[in-house]
């Protein structure tokens, strides 16, 4: 029961500031958006306390959906460990990017609507952690991308946002097509989608099917969280509110792909094939991402690139089997980008809505504690010890190397290892640009009040000091109890340790220093043709321009001038107009004269009578 | 001497023809009307010759049934003659043309 309370609880507040928002007062809406979330986190805490043993899970089925034969799937919940952290990372975060909205979203016209959907969020986004089977999970996953399209395009009076809800959409659109054809797959194979009956499914299911369904399934989680080919949206959804960006596009939903792949481990520890492509795609992400972030100018874009970045190495975590470091990575990186984004929505509530770069600056003095917060989110996004990403951020770059010594490709840990130095290089070029570098003259930015303030102290803390439950030094609760849930050996006794470490802090270290002394005083560091490159995104979005939109742009044009209009419009017209021109050629033989209509009459008469009389007896 | 039913056949044709001829000639209604009945009732002389050739009664039964349609038709027919004088002003039928196309 108290399982269908912690996904039913945001579901309600959204019912209710969706329904009657508009007639509350904003203190009441605020409360329920914020209250609701805040009990569900109680709630997921009160029922995480009953998973004392690795093995236990709890389970809600509320009523059998669909019975077709032997093959059923029950509308049911189920939390174990890892579903257990994903609810508290969800409702948690949520709550504290709730309570901070309160602060950021106040002077706007839409107040209740925005909350209505940031609790329709996350509803959603606990429908889908905390699935029984693969189809409800299916149905969150569907859900979150709705609310990611609400809230995108949340000013969808203006028309970059609006285009980029719908390109959000569009792009996730086909990521999900491969991830249904991979459900389907799996149900027509093994004829179960329950995940707590998977491992035994997956054993019996045949290598290249296996194989198969993996891959389709993994390519789902690179629509939704924003990985190579598929990442192209997420750049773009930074036009929606910047708390949104911080929930959803950087600490819950985009991480939904990487949940996934923990949750249906027992069909990836089976894949090997799908398991090097996981990392491959997660490795070339990583990199690709953080080089695009290094010349980008608009610094919510900068943050969209490292989330795109950031998830890479989750991926490649999958990939090298190393699960848990993954998940490890996912909840710290859900503190220090949710902090990170929170810092940069401060930085525009200040400065009325400046992202670009280039007219920011001078910011540390005005907006102290902000600019404290942003060190801090940078410090751990930079992987610099003893900030939390620098613990999961290690691991996972050690599991990298060790799945090299054991036959893997070493370009995978290489690529890791250079994408944390450009990490360090790219956060702190935004960090002085934004704070430190000489601005010019402005109304005076002032600091952001309480109610975003707390949320980012609480950030700050948890990404400065998260990190520990993830410490061999600390004896790594986190991981001892996710490597036992995900069934592996516990890694540690194999991985290479402290010489590892020290080069991956020094390469964060060395980072930081480039990034200093490039743009301490220029704000403008011309890369050459490699800049004007990296600039274009590495002419993806122009490939995607030129292979996809102008030819599905130009369908549409043949569709709408030749089909349409001659096609379909000159079919009905011409029916039509034969018709009509039948009915004026007819008209002539109604003359309205009587005796016309009598002589017709007679003529048939005849006719009929000489037909029976020539046909004879 | 009796009258063959040849004599009777040949006089109900001409006078079927007769009135065919009126109905599609004439421009009074009233005579294209007469001229409808003469129609029927030539009809109704062959009804009355084969039953009496074939001595059998239904023909003459038919004849009845003729003459009380007939009958019905006149009072139709005539009260719609005289609606259309009283709208129009004429019988004539030419100028009666409202289902022109």
């Known amino acids: 029961m108290a399982l269908v309370l912690i996904v039913v609880l945001p579901l309600a507040g959204w019912l209710v500031n969706g329904m009657a928002g508009g007639r509350l007062p904003r203190p009441l809406v605020s409360v329920i958006g914020c209250g609701t979330v805040a009990a569900s986190f109680v709630a997921s805490a009160m029922a995480a306390r009953h998973l004392a043993v690795p093995s236990d899970a709890l389970t809600a089925t509320l009523f059998t959906w669909i019975a077709a034969g032997d093959f059923t799937v029950s509308a049911g919940l189920l939390m174990d460990r890892l579903s257990a952290l994903m609810a508290l990372v969800v409702t948690g975060v949520g709550f504290l990017i709730h309570v901070y909205s309160i602060g950021y979203m106040a002077d706007d016209s839409a107040y209740s609507r925005y909350f209505a959907y940031l609790n329709l969020f996350v509803g959603s986004m606990l429908l889908l952690v905390l699935g029984g089977n693969l189809l409800v999970l299916f149905v969150g996953w569907e859900l979150v991308g709705l609310c990611s399209y609400l809230l995108i395009g949340f000013w969808f009076d203006r028309e970059r946002a609006a285009n980029a809800g719908r390109k959000a959409f569009v792009v996730n659109r086909i990521g999900d097509a491969g991830f249904l054809l991979g459900i389907l797959l799996l149900a027509t194979t093994t004829g179960t989608l329950q995940f707590d009956r998977l491992a035994d499914a997956a054993g019996a299911m045949a290598p290249g099917l296996l194989t198969a369904t993996t891959l389709l399934l993994f390519m789902g989680a690179t629509g939704k969280s924003a990985q190579l080919p598929l990442y192209v949206w997420l750049p773009d959804a930074m036009e929606g509110p910047t708390p949104v960006s911080a929930l959803i596009h950087a ?367 | 001497m009796t009258v063959p039913i040849s004599a009777y056949l040949a006089l109900s044709a001409l006078l079927f023809v007769l009135g065919i001829t009126g109905v599609l000639l004439r421009r009074n209604a009233l005579v294209v009307f007469m001229s409808i009945e003469l129609m029927l009732n030539a009809v109704n002389l062959t009804f009355v010759a084969f039953a009496r050739q074939l001595l059998a009664i239904e023909g003459q039964l038919a004849v009845f049934f003729v003459v009380l349609v007939a009958a019905v038709e006149v009072v139709v027919g005539l009260a719609i003659i005289i609606a259309i004088f009283r709208a129009r002003d004429t019988v004539d039928i030419d100028d009666v043309d409202l289902l022109r196309g």
Do not use: C
């Open chain 1, 251 to 617: 600490a819950t939903m985009v991480t939904a792909g990487v949940y996934m792949i923990a949750r249906l481990h027992p069909l990836f520890l089976r894949a090997d094939f799908t398991l090097s492509v996981v990392a491959a795609v997660g490795a070339a992400t990583a990199f690709f991402a953080a080089t695009i972030a290094l010349v980008e100018w608009d610094l919510k874009r900068v943050l969209a690139y490292s989330t795109i970045s950031q998830l890479g190495y989750m991926f490649l975590a999958m990939g090298v089997l190393a699960m848990p470091a993954g998940v490890f990575h996912l909840t710290m990186h859900a503190f220090f980008k949710a902090l990170l984004f929170l810092a940069a929505g401060s930085v525009m509530h200040a400065t009325h809505g400046v992202v670009d770069m280039r007219r920011l600056g001078g910011l540390a003095g005005p907006l102290r504690w902000t600019a404290l917060g942003f060190a801090i989110g940078a410090l751990a996004l930079a992987g610099i010890p003893p900030f939390a990403g620098f613990f999961s951020k290690d691991l996972i770059l050690e599991h990298a190397y060790a799945a090299a010594q054991h036959g893997g490709s070493v370009a995978l840990w290489l690529a890791g290892l250079l994408t944390a130095y450009v990490t360090a290089v790219y956060i702190t070029r935004a960090a002085v640009l934004t704070f430190f570098a000489p601005a010019g003259q402005r109304d005076h930015p002032h600091e952001a009040p309480a109610s975003m303030g707390g949320p980012m102290a609480i950030l700050a803390l948890l990404s400065f000091g998260g990190g520990w439950v993830g410490a061999h030094a600390a004896g790594a609760p986190l991981l001892r109890v996710l490597d036992r849930f995900f069934a592996i050996e516990p890694a540690a006794e194999t991985l290479p340790g402290a010489p590892l470490t020290a080069i991956s802090v020094a390469v964060g270290v060395f980072g930081i220093i480039t990034g200093l002394l490039l743009y301490r005083r220029r704000r403008e560091v011309t890369l050459g043709a490699l800049g004007a490159f990296l600039a274009r995104q590495w002419y993806v979005e122009a490939l995607y321009d030129a292979a996809v939109v102008t030819p599905a742009k130009r369908l549409a044009r043949f569709a709408a001038d030749v089909v349409e209009t001659r096609g379909i419009d000159g079919a009905v017209n011409g029916i039509a107009g034969l018709v009509g021109q039948a009915g004026v050629a007819m008209r002539r033989v109604q003359t309205g004269y009587v005796r016309n209509y009598a002589a017709a009459i007679l003529a048939g008469t005849i006719l009929i009578l000489s037909y029976w009389l020539l046909r004879g007896p």
